[in-house]
């Protein structure tokens, strides 16, 4: 079975700042996608970052930036400039890809994070 | 056109009251999923269904029974509703192997009250 860690339960951050949050998994699988979800008090799940594991670029989205790195199966997200928006949980997410039971996602127990205005 | 749509977006019962949440896609995904939101937020799935195929039934009490009626409907039915019951219940849906888009698409969520 596929594990994913996030050790850290809440964080905050001045705004403007940069901060990272950390998420590490366990896998045998050697082809999965990695994730991370911002949910904030709204509760929507929002897709924030994907990151495939057979690239080894590391993905961006604008502010949003992740540090792959596969040999240690860490995936941290790094938010820089910090906006009062980014106040909101975030989940770190694993998905092995299976035609024959479906994409299985797995996810981490959340990172509360709060920016400081 | 919301892609993944759940209802209702509120649901408050008593104890032992049996009650559905209804959840529908238009994305055309093989693929769909409940999942469990506790007062801690961890986010725990509950089912999953490919192609209207139980694949995951995890450690869920048979209280919970999800209804397939087609590819695009993934319907929860709860029976005898217990204090514990009380979370947040997304439903979501994948498809595998689309070229690159492959991730998770949330419905807006059930805020389920026993009282």
């Known amino acids: 079975a596929q594990t994913v860690t996030q050790s850290q339960p809440e964080m905050s951050v001045q705004e403007a700042e940069t901060v990272t949050l950390s998420c590490t998994y366990d896998t045998s699988e050697n082809n999965y996608y990695l994730f991370w979800y911002k949910q904030p008090p709204s509760r929507q799940m929002i897709l924030v970052i994907r990151q495939e594991a057979y690239k080894q670029q590391n993905a961006t989205e604008n502010r949003f930036s992740v540090n792959f790195q596969k040999a240690a199966k860490s995936f941290s997200l790094k938010i820089s400039d910090s906006q009062l928006g980014d106040t909101a949980m975030y989940f770190c997410?694993?998905?092995?890809?299976?035609?024959?039971?479906?994409?299985?996602?797995?996810f981490g127990t959340g990172t509360s994070l709060t920016v400081i205005p | 056109d919301t892609a993944v749509s759940q209802t209702p977006k509120y649901l408050v019962t008593q104890m032992g009251n049996d009650k559905s949440i209804k959840c529908e896609q238009n994305l055309g995904h093989d693929t769909m999923y409940w999942y469990k939101q506790d007062s801690k937020k961890f986010l725990k799935i509950m089912f999953s269904?490919?192609?209207?195929?139980?694949?995951i039934n995890e450690t869920v009490p048979n209280r919970f029974s999800p209804k397939s009626p087609d590819k695009a409907h993934l319907n929860l039915h709860i029976n005898s509703l217990e204090l514990g019951d009380s979370a947040v219940y997304f439903c979501a849906s994948s498809q595998p192997w689309t070229g690159g888009s492959e991730k998770l698409f949330f419905g807006s969520g059930t805020q389920l009250s026993v009282l």
């Open positions: 269904y490919n192609n209207k195929e139980l694949i």
């Open positions: 997410a694993f998905m092995a890809p299976s035609l024959s039971t479906g994409n299985q996602f797995y």
